[in-house]
């Protein structure tokens, strides 16, 4: 090793009591997205502890602080909410959520990479420069909770991540670092790279018809809740012409069908969220269940009033970093997978929206056992856990950064973006 990547390995080692009691004490007291005020304050005040001055107040509760000024930028991300699981040995009494989603680890990591760059001899070795970016709203906020938020903080977009590509917060940024525990099995400690990932949108119908007496005078309604019942049959003889290779699928939620069992429904309202692994798959199944409720309301005499509302995009799935890979070999780390095309994560994930605009350096990691927004996540390994993905944060920006910044210049020259930041916002716009 040289001096600097054992400065930046002394540097968390260091810091490991301050890592583990912060993530300890935030996952004790998660918050749902948009408003993790105690968690981002926390945040904040470790990374001005370390001399770095902080810009807070981003979408509400996000925060960045910036390492050096030079250019190419390094963004090494964290999520701030937790899920809500009140079942959780340290779910959050007063709101039920927890961090059973493991983002108080990405907190950590994030926090103890920061530790080790800005310390004086680590930054001046940096060719370009570091923000430290802790996002809101990883999990998906409902609607509800969206339209309040919309008329009093100007949030638009539906996650974090959405959200500050919206305002701008990422056009300085030219590589992102990600990390997780795994989303999907695997046996080794360290996967590397980034795995596709479906994307998402969500639609509500309301299917109005016209109610009547159901014993008398049937004939004179128009039965909306029939007419949900026949789109939602026909959403599953549609399931045949999904292609395999898009892995698509199609939740449906019959949230109501009716008030009194003597009346003829006049109104029938379905949610429904539908994933796919690429963009233009997501679109074409989209048009089709609008289809099918427009038709299947229109056969029953009834009408389909369909709301579509922001999801998430697919992650685009990269080859793993070099410089993660060079990370995993100097900490000694030989349980080490990498991404390959055949894999795939069914579930979301905002870090999709990232990869459309911007190369995202992605791995995930263990350490932990049980089921993600389970009640029996847990950390097994502290040192897995919490500090090793430090390591992995700083040492991958050091070697992107390091002699002239080579290996971060040669990330974006390869890489294709999917969209710029505007026609990212323009298409989210079309979902709206």
Known sequence: MDTIERAIIAAVDENRSALIAFAKDVGAHGEAGFFEDRTAKKAAEFLAGLGLTVKTGLAKTGLKAVLNEAKP????????DGILCPKHPFANP????????????????????????????????????????????????????????????????CSGKSELLRRGEF????????????????????LAGNVACNGFVCKTVRIHGKAAHAATAPFDGINALNAAALAISAIGMLRETFREEDTIRVHTNLIDGGKALNVVPDLAVVELQIR?????????????????????????????????????????????????????????????????????????????????????????????????????????????????????????????????????????????PAMTTQQYVDKVKEQM
């Open 73 to 80: 930028r390094v963004a090494i991300i964290a999520e701030l």
């Open 94 to 157: 007063e709101n039920g959520i927890s961090h059973a989603c493991g983002h108080n680890l990405q907190l950590c990591a994030m926090l103890g990479a920061a530790a080790a760059l800005s310390m004086p001899e680590v930054s001046a070795a940096l060719d370009g420069s570091v923000e430290f970016l802790a996002v809101p709203a990883e999990e998906y906020v409902a609607s509800r909770i969206r339209k309040t938020l919309k008329e009093t903080d100007d949030i638009q977009f």
């Open 171 to 190: 056009d300085d940024a030219d590589i992102a670092l990600t990390d997780h525990v795994h989303m999907i099995p695997c046996d080794e400690y360290l």
């Open 276 to 416: 796919a692994n690429n963009i233009a798959a997501l679109d074409k199944v989209c048009a089709d269940i609008d289809r099918v409720f427009n038709v299947c309301a229109s056969a029953l005499g009834a009408t389909a009033e369909i709301i579509t509302e922001q999801g998430y995009m697919p992650v685009r799935p990269m080859a793993a970093s070099e410089a993660t890979l060079k990370a995993a070999e100097t900490l000694g780390i030989k349980s080490v997978k990498c991404q390959s095309p055949e894999m795939r994560n069914m579930a979301s994930t905002d870090v999709g929206d990232l990869t459309q605009v911007l190369p995202v350096i992605n791995y995930t990691h263990g350490g932990v056992c049980g089921s993600l927004h389970s009640a029996d996540f847990a950390v097994t390994d502290e040192e897995m856990a919490y500090i090793m993905p430090a390591k992995l944060f700083a040492l991958s920006a050091y070697y992107l950064l390091k002699d002239g910044a080579q290996l971060a210049k040669k990330t974006m020259a390869d890489f294709e």
